[in-house]
């Protein structure tokens, strides 16, 4: 209704730069040529109703509040306005002028915090992302130096326990895995039995063929 139209404009003004339509499609096509912070929409219009419009607004204009007016007090109206147009505020009719500014502003502050409430999880996101990468950085260099170092210990056990020159087991060697076979025998009631074997002429096995052999 054009009078409504002119009513809530010349209200508004006193507050905001205000852009009116008057019906659906110029709503829509005016929201190409205005970078809008709030649409306000009846809901019963000519050519489409106020949620279709809001819906369209929200695909265009998703920053913008959106504010739906109606008389309608039927769920379904009031459920579509909510998860098809995301709609942040109602207006009932009979229209209350002197709140209508403060509602308004009400709504693009909230909208304001959903932007940021938005660009801060988006942020957030980023956050966890790059700490989950450092994670996985640290967790494979602990890996690979975990293992670096089992190889280590390894090395110097064996080097412990062997010649260095023929790689054989050594005296220590020796008295550990006597220590255990006599601990297993007295354990068990069994028998243990040593052999010492000598090489004959080894000196002169390795004269004439070098140590190496």
């Known amino acids: 209704d054009i009078d409504i139209v002119t009513m809530i404009a010349t209200a508004l003004r006193r507050d905001y730069e205000v852009v009116t339509a008057s019906d659906g499609k110029v709503a829509v096509d005016l929201l190409d040529e205005h970078d809008v912070v709030a649409i306000l929409a009846d809901h019963m219009m000519p050519g489409m109703t106020g949620v279709e419009l809001l819906d369209r607004c929200h695909e265009r204009r998703p920053g913008a509040a959106r504010i739906l007016i109606t008389a309608s007090e039927r769920v ?12 942040h505020r109602f ?3 009979p229209l209350r002028l002197s709140e209508l500014s403060t509602m308004l502003s009400e709504a693009i502050r909230e909208v304001h915090l959903e932007s940021e409430n938005a660009r801060l999880a988006t942020e957030l996101a980023f956050k966890n992302d790059e700490l989950n990468r450092i994670n996985e950085r640290l967790e494979a260099d602990v890996k690979q130096r975990t293992h670096e170092l089992q190889l280590a210990v390894k090395k110097l056990e064996e080097l412990a ?3 260095g020159l023929t790689g054989l087991h050594n005296h220590r ?3 550990e895995a006597l220590d255990v076979e006599v601990s297993r025998a007295v354990r068990h009631s069994h028998t243990l039995g040593l052999l010492f074997i000598d090489v004959d ?3 002169s096995y390795n004269d004439q063929n070098g140590h190496p052999a």
């Open 76 to 87: 379904n109206v009031l459920k579509e306005a909510v998860n098809r147009a995301r709609v």
């Open 91 to 93: 207006v009932s009719k």
């Open 161 to 163: 326990l062997r010649d």
């Open 173 to 175: 060697y020796l008295q």
């Open 201 to 203: 002429h080894f000196k």
